[in-house]
């Protein structure tokens, strides 16, 4: 999620602090696909061939708080945190190097590179904390679940490999929800309120900040149904059959929405100018 930027202190040099906490940043994440669990372990002469049991990416990591706190608490597994922002890499590494940590690293990319990233197979669990919504039909593609995204995870994953995804936004995780179903995903868990649900669960920057706001969690687990292949087009792209725009799972009475989710704050009010005129239309 990037759209909620962090607030850059005094004297902040990003250069300066992406080499002092270099030990917790893999700069080229590409150079370890298919080696992430024995390159990033720590040499143990005893144990030569050790590796880490587990690989969970975190796409979109933020900041990294989340990301750290999950890794502190499975010293056995290997955390990936990717974000494109080199601001949200360098404060997420520093948390790392700060709080000790040896199985978690940062890196920078997108999440149309992870095939270049990871091998097939390779991870474990794919974590989606509050990605942007990008409310419009044009740019649904951007989702970070969008069906031909979580197909491309499809083949990232072992087999019962796991798509943890959370977000502030309702309109969002109906989305999500459909999308998982064309892309042959099976649901394991979905939630109107994952912090009541499952209060254990470490708690990332945006949440805490979103929360404070009044957002209520909403989340979807899901993982790979070997017996639904996705119905893919001639250009190998999902073949479509929900609604794309965000506006489409907004509720008709706009006044009644106590919280509007971050990233469709201007969306909402421009509709909700338009109801009062009697030109609502759902579709941009």
Sequence with gaps: MHALHARLPKNFVLEERLERYADAIEASPADYAGTWAEA????DPAHPHARYQRIVLDMGCGKGASTAEAASRDRDTLYVGIDCEPICIAYAAQHAVESGLDNVVFAPG???KLGRYFAPGELDQIILNFPTPFPRKKEAWERLTHADVLVSYRRLLKPGG????????????NFSRGQFEIAGYRAL???????????????SWYEKRLSAQGATVYAIEATPDPAREPKLDADGRVVQTKPLSLIDYLPDDLESMDYIPHGMQGTVINLRNLARKGHFDRHL
């Design 40 to 43: 990033c372990h720590p040499i």
């Design 189 to 203: 868990w979905e939630s109107t309120d994952a912090r009541a649900e499952r209060p254990q669960d470490p708690v």
């Design 162 to 173: 796991v798509v943890t995804f959370k977000t502030d936004s309702l309109p969002l995780w």
């Design 110 to 112: 997108v999440a149309s």
